[in-house]
């Protein structure tokens, strides 16, 4: 049997010597069947791996509905309702998949075994993953045969086996984290603090931190790892973050670079309730461009992605790629743009630092 099959109860039926009913017997228990006829069919169950369909109670697989999966970064996490940045992607992606027909089932569980068997129990026609890393197990998926497309991953390669190269939707996360930090260098800004996630080593924060100090160091000053604070992608993280920052010895910093809007909406509050005036303290640059940024006072300087994009063209190319399994996958690289606003000062008059 091709691994790149999805296994049905016709599978297990021809495996077994017997009927697709003689199957469904088994499962629902509702006629007494001969106890060599039912060993057959559950050893051809273990040996095809066989889940069951929960959505249909015939031969159907057509389940209309598309899992989507932000895995968690850290145990117990509840990142997805923490982060503005996923309700306006699944906002996106919920009214185009919904328009093309089918139904989200949203988890914040990883890419594992436990997961794989949900999807396929639940017959999921698609999956698409946000921010995933290349150790995730992406090979699982490819083995179960549902399609699926990425959004902000960088996953080329997986150490076991072939590259896994799913379709993928992402910007050029270093171009743009470079554009920022030289925003802010060309303003004046000489020594700027760096606000991130969590540095897994191989995902979307590296790169906007590989961009930030690609930008200080093409710009002639020295990058410093002490400007670096790491939290979590949330509101209250950028708090903590800016409250570190202020506690810290780095007193000349006259800048933050936020790699996510959140961050740099929680560190703008921790610096008002200290009494600093934003910009006239400190300046503060963001990166996605939410809604919520524009409605700040000062609304807030930021890197602009298209999120309602993203999930737009994800749920496209996971559609296509449900109607044609074999086509080529393709990745999807979108622009950025600076948005100026407020929340930078300009130094060229004269430099006012912490």
């Given at each position: 049997m091709?691994k790149?099959?999805?296994?049905?109860?016709r599978?297990?039926?021809r495996?077994?010597a017997?009927?697709?009913?003689t199957v469904s017997?088994?499962?629902n228990?509702k006629?007494?069947?001969?106890?060599?006829?039912?060993?057959?069919v559950?050893?051809?169950?273990?040996?095809?791996?066989y889940?069951?369909?929960?959505?249909?109670?015939?031969?159907?697989?057509?389940?209309l509905?598309?899992?989507?999966l932000?895995?968690q970064?850290?145990?117990?996490?509840?990142?997805m309702?923490?982060?503005?940045?996923?309700?306006?992607?699944?906002?996106?992606?919920e009214f185009?998949?919904r328009?093309a027909g089918y139904?989200?089932?949203i988890s914040?569980?990883?890419?594992?075994?436990?997961?794989?068997?949900?999807?396929?129990?639940?017959s999921?026609d698609?999956i698409?993953?946000?921010g995933v890393?290349p150790?995730?197990?992406?090979?699982e998926i490819?083995?179960?045969a549902?399609?699926?497309?990425?959004?902000?991953?960088?996953?080329g390669?997986i150490?076991?086996?072939?590259?896994?190269q799913?379709?993928n939707v992402r910007i050029?996360?270093?171009y743009g984290?470079c554009?920022a930090a030289?925003y802010?260098?060309?303003?004046?800004?000489e020594?700027?603090?760096?606000?991130c996630?969590?540095?897994h080593?191989?995902?979307?924060?590296e790169?906007?931190l590989?961009?930030?100090r690609?930008?200080?160091?093409?710009?002639?000053l020295?990058?410093n790892?002490?400007n670096?604070?790491?939290?979590t992608?949330?509101f209250?993280?950028?708090?903590?973050?800016?409250?570190a920052?202020?506690?810290?010895r780095?007193?000349?910093v006259?800048?933050?670079?936020?790699a996510a809007?959140?961050?740099?909406l929680g560190a703008?509050?921790m610096?008002s309730e200290?009494?600093?005036?934003?910009?006239?303290?400190?300046s503060?640059?963001?990166?996605?461009d939410?809604?919520i940024?524009?409605?700040?006072?000062?609304?807030?300087t930021?890197i602009r992605?298209?999120?309602?994009l993203k999930?737009?063209i994800?749920?496209?190319l996971?559609?296509?790629?449900?109607k044609?399994?074999?086509i080529a996958?393709r990745?999807?690289?979108?622009?950025?743009?600076?948005v100026?606003r407020?929340?930078?000062?300009?130094?060229?008059?004269?430099?006012?630092q912490?």
């Amino acid at each position: 049997m091709s691994k790149h099959k999805r296994i049905t109860i016709r599978d297990v039926a021809r495996e077994a010597a017997v009927s697709s009913a003689t199957v469904s017997y088994v499962f629902n228990g509702k006629k007494e069947l001969p106890k060599e006829t039912k060993a057959r069919v559950i050893a051809a169950i273990d040996k095809l791996d066989y889940v069951p369909n929960m959505n249909a109670r015939g031969l159907s697989s057509d389940s209309l509905l598309i899992g989507v999966l932000i895995p968690q970064t850290e145990p117990g996490s509840r990142l997805m309702f923490e982060n503005v940045f996923y309700g306006e992607i699944l906002g996106s992606i919920e009214f185009e998949a919904r328009n093309a027909g089918y139904h989200l089932l949203i988890s914040g569980a990883g890419i594992n075994e436990n997961y794989i068997r949900l999807a396929r129990k639940r017959s999921l026609d698609g999956i698409i993953a946000i921010g995933v890393y290349p150790d995730d197990s992406l090979r699982e998926i490819e083995k179960s045969a549902i399609p699926l497309v990425l959004i902000d991953s960088y996953c080329g390669e997986i150490n076991d086996g072939p590259p896994v190269q799913p379709p993928n939707v992402r910007i050029d996360d270093i171009y743009g984290s470079c554009l920022a930090a030289s925003y802010l260098i060309e303003k004046g800004h000489e020594n700027i603090a760096f606000f991130c996630g969590k540095l897994h080593g191989k995902g979307v924060m590296e790169k906007r931190l590989e961009g930030y100090r690609k930008a200080v160091e093409e710009h002639g000053l020295r990058f410093n790892r002490k400007n670096v604070f790491e939290g979590t992608i949330s509101f209250e993280s950028g708090r903590l973050l800016a409250e570190a920052l202020l506690d810290s010895r780095q007193k000349k910093v006259s800048a933050i670079f936020a790699a996510a809007d959140v961050l740099a909406l929680g560190a703008m509050k921790m610096f008002s309730e200290r009494n600093m005036g934003i910009p006239s303290d400190i300046s503060v640059m963001g990166f996605d461009d939410l809604k919520i940024s524009r409605y700040m006072i000062p609304a807030l300087t930021t890197i602009r992605q298209d999120v309602a994009l993203k999930g737009k063209i994800a749920v496209e190319l996971l559609v296509e790629k449900i109607k044609n399994p074999d086509i080529a996958p393709r990745e999807e690289i979108l622009d950025v743009e600076i948005v100026e606003r407020g929340s930078v000062r300009d130094l060229a008059g004269g430099r006012r630092q912490l």
